[in-house]
T-cell receptor, first 114, second 113 residues
Framework: GNSVTQMEGPVTLSEEAFLTINCTYT??????LFWYVQYPGEGLQLLLK?????DKGSNKGFEATYRKETTSFHLEKGSVQVSDSAVYFC?????????????FGQGTRLTINP | EPEVTQTPSHQVTQMGQEVILRCVPI?????FYWYRQILGQKVEFLVS????????KSEIFDDQFSVERPDGSNFTLKIRSTKLEDSAMYFC???????????FGPGTRLLVL
């Protein structure tokens, strides 16, 4: 079946530290991969995505590269800020005609201390 | 910027009661979804809806659950007889159909006592 595994949280870092949140997936077919972020009290927001192997998604200083050979989509940021504190979800979607179905990882809570 | 909205933000109900969770998807979107997240667990797909019918549903979405688009703007999830294990955050999402990105609402936190 299709599944996503994320690194266990919570993760606590100091401001300006380097961030990596690991994500690996299992899928039949060729999924699209996503990172969603949930800030306190808010819904899930798309952070970035990649739709095929070797694509790099990027947004707000975050990056993730679709690695088919390692079935991974690790999230990185070179210098985190306090405002990056949130829960991060890795997800996959098998692109089909019509309705989609996201499969999520368990989420990683990130706290950035000043 | 258009967004998905959900009401209520929180709901507390007694076991066995019916609840209706409401969502207003983005106005030109065609596909609608419900997901749930039990505290500390993964976000799980419940159901997708297109053209006034269910496209796909998960094994969680049993006979106690139903969805409806009663008018041109609302999309609802009804739980007929709530159980303790229905306590979760419920997220609504929508897509346009021309792109695969799903846009999520802020969620409704349901607590069944």
């Amino acid at each position: 079946g299709n599944s996503v595994t994320q690194m266990e949280g919570p993760v606590t870092l100091s401001e300006e530290a380097f961030l990596t949140i690991n994500c690996t997936y299992t899928a039949t077919g060729y999924p699209s991969l996503f990172w969603y972020v949930q800030y306190p009290g808010e819904g899930l927001q798309l952070l970035l995505k990649a739709t095929k192997a070797d694509d790099k998604g990027s947004n707000k200083g975050f990056e993730a590269t679709y690695r088919k050979e390692t079935t991974s989509f690790h999230l990185e940021k070179g210098s985190v800020q306090v405002s990056d504190s949130a829960v991060y979800f890795c997800a996959l979607n098998l692109p089909l005609q019509g309705a989609q179905k996201l499969v999520f990882g368990q989420g990683t809570r990130l706290t950035i201390n000043p | 910027e258009p967004e998905v909205t959900q009401t209520p933000s929180h709901q507390v109900t007694q076991m066995g009661q019916e609840v209706i969770l409401r969502c207003v998807p983005i106005s030109n979107h065609l596909y609608f979804y419900w997901y749930r997240q039990i505290l500390g667990q993964k976000v799980e797909f419940l159901v997708s809806f297109y053209n006034n019918e269910i496209s796909e549903k998960s094994e969680i979405f049993d006979d106690q659950f139903s969805v409806e688009r009663p008018d041109g703007s609302n999309f609802t999830l009804k739980i007929r007889s709530t159980k303790l294990e229905d306590s979760a955050m419920y997220f609504c999402a929508s897509t346009s159909g021309s792109e695969e990105t799903q846009y999520f609402g802020p969620g409704t936190r349901l607590l069944v006592l």
